[in-house]
């Protein structure tokens, strides 16, 4: 796996709003030196939108890895929403259904989704709020269900957050159903693997999560968000990068793009990273995985 030409990392948002300043855009080449921050186009930040048409024009064989959750769990109790007649059997079902009960959400926001009178019940919306579904007989923990993916992450030290939940600075949910909207207009333009096969050319997009890239730059502890140039080019060191330019003070969503970008170019080659033993066809169609857990 040394095909692609280039490592795209996309620190996603699921915040409300036209431009997010929470997305940030790291690329790194194949041929090596310091990954390189794209500007958004405004200064207000990225368009979700601008992302998208990104990632539908690719050029060069890309891999990409987006900070978001590409699916829901299904595999803890055979169903994304069970005990509601629409639920899906599979991931791209999920995303059309998201997609279509959001239509008149501006943004590729997913208001229309977590507030839908049916798929509400299975989110956690406030901090004193389970809903009637959000802890189901399946849910291992009181925190919520988890992936097979998100299980195999902790395996690894790092601590994901149910994508069920909304509620907290950590939660994902949001982020991630905004994702998924993004990844059905994506249509088919770009496989997403695994839930599409890993295709034998071109580009390929990934779940990512920057705490997994962030423990392979020795990042240590419960925080993992680096915060200064000096220690964002210390972890670049350690995933044999070449240090980006600057001193002083750098946002997270910046500092997780340009980690990840170097750590994709890093571990992409790594055949365990595309087979791990968890990773069923049932799996890959239903869930999918995150790169990088193992």
């Known amino acids: 796996m040394t095909r692609f030409s280039h490592f795209l990392a996309v620190d996603w948002s699921g915040a409300k709003g ?21 500007p958004p186009p405004d200064p207000k930040g990225w368009a979700r939108s601008e992302v998208l048409a990104i990632l539908r024009a690719l050029k060069g064989p890309t891999l990409v890895g987006l900070d978001l959750g590409i699916s829901l769990p299904f595999a803890d109790v055979g169903a994304f929403f069970p005990e509601w007649d629409a639920s899906p059997g599979d991931a ?27 798929a509400s019940r299975y989110f956690r919306h406030g901090k004193d709020d389970e809903g009637d579904r959000f802890l189901l007989p399946g849910a291992a923990t009181r925190e919520g269900r988890f992936r097979v993916a998100e299980a195999a992450q902790r395996g690894q030290g790092v601590r994901p957050v149910s994508n069920f939940n909304l509620v907290g600075a950590a939660q994902v949910g949001k982020s991630s159903l905004t994702g998924m909207r993004m990844l059905h207009r994506l249509d088919g333009k770009v496989p997403v693997w695994p839930v599409d096969p890993l295709p034998e050319s071109g580009s390929v997009v990934t779940e990512i999560y920057t705490s997994v890239a962030a423990r392979l730059g020795g990042v240590t502890g419960a925080a993992t968000k680096i915060r200064s140039y000096e220690a964002l080019n210390d972890a670049l060191d350690l995933l044999g990068s070449a240090p980006v330019r600057g001193t002083g003070a750098i946002d997270d969503h910046s500092s997780d793009a340009l980690l990840t970008a170097a750590w994709l ?30």
């Open 18 to 38: 036209a431009r997010q300043k929470g997305i940030a855009l790291a690329l790194a080449g194949a041929d090596g030196g310091p990954p390189v921050l794209l």
């Open 92 to 118: 791209k079902s999920l995303w059309a259904l998201i997609d279509r009960l959001c239509a008149a959400d501006p943004n590729l926001e997913a208001g229309g989704f977590v507030t839908h009178e049916q």
């Open 265 to 294: 170019r890093r571990v992409h080659g790594r055949r365990d990273l595309w087979h791990p033993p968890s990773l069923t066809d049932a799996v890959a169609r239903t869930e999918g995985w995150t790169f990088g857990a193992v």
